[in-house]
């Protein structure tokens, strides 16, 4: 069972760093079907597997939109019932945040954000109190990822709209929470996503010849944390 269940997760991995995300959630989806122990590993597969629900429903559209980020939810409030002493129900808070996001209800999203927002904070703290690598699972770096998707969507709105000061003010606002993710969470799921919303942003300000002032990023050290685990 050990064996089965470790396998498909390396699997799942495999899938997903090649980009195949429907046979990567189906390898997770085996990995459940395994035994896991300690429960706690449960959950974490489980967080994970949604995390990747929601870059497979980013990528897709109608109905294989609505299923994915419908399975996703379910999965996530499954995790829900351990309580907030667990690491994992402050990911699934945000993982179910970030699916309203996708479903179209902003408002929904950050209310549940802000309404949570005390919690999300406390396991980050917790989580950096044991070191800079246990952030890498704090729920906090999605959070800020979610918040600057919906700042850069706003700003794309009123971009078209042409009103062009709110858009840059929007866009500042999502470029602060991407780099927050990018410096303060390199090792965590979403920074690889934050990096590339950055260069996005920096296109179009760079377009629009709008004063830009960055952070310096150091792209070794960036990469390094990403395929640490890989390595």
């Known amino acids: 069972q050990r064996f089965y269940g470790e396998s498909a997760y390396k699997f799942a991995q495999?899938?997903?760093?090649?980009?195949d995300y429907p046979n990567a959630i189906q390898a997770f989806r085996y990995v459940l079907l395994s035994k896991l122990e300690p429960e706690d590993l449960e959950y974490q597969i489980k967080i994970e597997m949604c995390e990747l629900m929601i870059r497979a429903a980013v990528k897709?559209?109608?109905?294989?939109?609505?299923?994915?980020?419908?399975?996703?939810?379910?999965?996530?409030?499954?995790?829900?019932?351990?309580?907030?002493?667990?690491?994992?129900?402050?990911?699934?808070?945000?993982?179910?945040?970030?699916?309203?996001?996708?479903?179209?209800?902003?408002?929904?999203a950050r209310k549940i954000i802000m309404g949570k927002m005390e919690g999300l904070e406390e396991a980050d703290k917790l989580l950096g109190s044991q070191g800079r690598e246990s952030l890498k699972h704090s729920p906090l770096a999605e959070c800020r990822f979610l918040m600057g998707t919906m700042s850069e969507e706003n700003g794309n709105e009123l971009l078209a709209k042409n009103s062009v000061e709110e858009a840059r003010k929007s866009y500042r606002d999502a470029l602060f929470n991407y780099c927050v993710v990018i410096l303060k969470y390199p090792s965590s799921a979403w920074a690889m996503d934050a990096r590339k919303h950055v260069d996005g942003i920096t296109k179009i300000a760079k377009a629009r010849k709008w004063p830009l002032q960055l952070p310096v990023f150091d792209n070794s050290q960036f990469a390094a944390e990403q395929l640490k685990e890989a390595r």
């Open 14 to 19: 495999m899938l997903q760093r090649a980009g």
């Open 60 to 108: 897709s559209s109608g109905e294989a939109q609505k299923a994915l980020l419908d399975e996703a939810f379910k999965v996530a409030t499954s995790v829900q019932w351990v309580g907030p002493q667990s690491l994992w129900f402050w990911k699934s808070v945000v993982i179910v945040a970030h699916i309203e996001m996708l479903r179209g209800n902003k408002d929904g």
